[in-house]
């Protein structure tokens, strides 16, 4: 009994410390939760934070900022930090190499394709300058001249000289090219001639009626605008309508009208399609019979890409 007594009065000293200490391990365990928690919470936070800024390598400590519990901690630069940004900058290293690749072989395309388009544009200036070279020999051998016989008092005549310059046999120049007036007062008087410089003929000649006489202004307008032809006077013998075929379907009518502008001013009857292509009726008009002549004893014209289009007289 006397123990019993004893242990009681002990217990009731010691009573305090016990609970001092349940309290403090409680607190002990609270704490240490706490701290796998902001642990926890950290780790997620840094990987997170090196997969979305990847660009901040040269920084010496990364800061991490934690919640009302943790407070504030400072993790040092780990190895698996610097293992993760060597990955990244291999990663970059290979992506900026593959860019520089794909614009290098694209500047080669364009290259390729700028040299495509010369090699087509040379190929139709060669075939027109063929075409004048040929019209030059021939008006060489023949000597000939173009002249507009007129009659009537007040009238002036145009008339156009194919000079040979003497540098090369096969060669044509517009240089050579004369363009001279004359003025015939009275058929039974002598022609008074007036003679202007070699130039390169792009004008328009325009006649008006006016009291003091017939007057003759020059128009310096474009040779494929609708005014160059505004004046021409339309002939039997220098119309000549002709069938072009194989026209790819994607060429438009304003296209085909520069292809053929080296004869004259081409005016388009009617389109047929013929499946893959499609072929037009068109009649040209041209003041220049040589090259008229040209068309009408050729079989294929050039268009400006290369291929060859037929051609065929019109059924009267």
């Given at each position: 009994?006397?123990?019993?007594?004893?242990?009681?009065?002990?217990?009731?000293?010691?009573?305090?410390?016990?609970?001092?200490?349940?309290?403090?391990?409680?607190?002990?365990?609270?704490?240490?939760?706490?701290?796998?928690?902001?642990?926890?919470?950290?780790?997620?936070?840094?990987?997170?934070?090196?997969?979305?800024?990847?660009?901040?390598?040269?920084?010496?400590?990364?800061?991490?900022?934690?919640?009302?519990?943790?407070?504030?901690?400072?993790?040092?630069?780990?190895?698996?930090?610097?293992?993760?940004?060597?990955?990244?900058?291999?990663?970059?290293?290979?992506?900026?190499?593959?860019?520089?690749?794909?614009?290098?072989?694209?500047?080669?395309?364009?290259?390729?394709?700028?040299?495509?388009?010369?090699?087509?544009?040379?190929?139709?200036?060669?075939?027109?300058k063929i075409l004048l070279e040929q019209e030059y020999k021939k008006h060489s051998q023949e000597g000939y001249r173009k002249e507009e016989d007129k009659t009537e008092v007040g009238q002036k005549d145009i008339?156009?000289?194919?000079?040979?310059?003497?540098?090369?046999?096969?060669?044509?120049?517009?240089?050579?090219?004369?363009?001279?007036?004359?003025?015939?007062?009275?058929?039974?008087?002598?022609?008074?001639?007036?003679?202007?410089?070699?130039?390169?003929?792009?004008?328009?000649?325009?006649?008006?009626?006016?009291?003091?006489?017939?007057?003759?202004?020059?128009?310096?307008?474009?040779?494929?605008?609708?005014?160059?032809?505004?004046?021409?006077?339309?002939?039997?013998?220098?119309?000549?309508?002709?069938?072009?075929?194989?026209?790819?379907?994607?060429?438009?009518?304003?296209?085909?009208?520069?292809?053929?502008?080296?004869?004259?001013?081409?005016?388009?009857?009617?389109?047929?399609?013929?499946?893959?292509?499609?072929?037009?009726?068109?009649?040209?008009?041209?003041?220049?019979?040589?090259?008229?002549?040209?068309l009408k004893t050729s079989w294929a014209i050039q268009s400006e890409n290369g291929k060859t289009l037929r051609t065929m007289p019109e059924e009267q």
């Amino acid at each position: 009994m006397d123990k019993l007594v004893k242990n009681r009065d002990i217990f009731k000293k010691k009573f305090s410390q016990i609970a001092e200490a349940l309290i403090k391990q409680q607190q002990d365990v609270l704490k240490k939760d706490k701290r796998q928690s902001a642990k926890k919470e950290i780790s997620e936070e840094k990987i997170k934070f090196i997969e979305l800024d990847i660009s901040k390598s040269d920084e010496a400590r990364i800061k991490y900022r934690g919640n009302s519990l943790t407070g504030k901690l400072n993790l040092e630069i780990n190895p698996i930090r610097e293992i993760a940004q060597q990955n990244i900058n291999k990663r970059n290293k290979t992506l900026t190499q593959d860019t520089a690749i794909e614009q290098t072989e694209l500047t080669i395309k364009q290259r390729d394709l700028k040299i495509q388009g010369m090699h087509e544009r040379s190929a139709s200036d060669k075939y027109k300058k063929i075409l004048l070279e040929q019209e030059y020999k021939k008006h060489s051998q023949e000597g000939y001249r173009k002249e507009e016989d007129k009659t009537e008092v007040g009238q002036k005549d145009i008339y156009i000289n194919y000079i040979d310059s003497g540098n090369s046999q096969d060669q044509y120049t517009e240089q050579g090219i004369s363009l001279h007036t004359t003025k015939r007062k009275n058929p039974a008087k002598d022609i008074e001639t007036e003679s202007i410089p070699e130039m390169k003929i792009t004008a328009r000649i325009k006649k008006t009626k006016t009291g003091r006489g017939d007057i003759y202004e020059s128009d310096w307008a474009p040779r494929n605008s609708e005014s160059y032809f505004a004046k021409k006077v339309s002939q039997p013998n220098n119309t000549y309508a002709f069938i072009l075929w194989d026209i790819p379907l994607e060429v438009h009518a304003h296209k085909i009208k520069d292809w053929l502008f080296y004869y004259g001013k081409a005016t388009i009857e009617r389109v047929n399609y013929l499946g893959k292509t499609k072929s037009a009726v068109i009649r040209i008009n041209s003041m220049a019979n040589s090259r008229l002549k040209a068309l009408k004893t050729s079989w294929a014209i050039q268009s400006e890409n290369g291929k060859t289009l037929r051609t065929m007289p019109e059924e009267q």
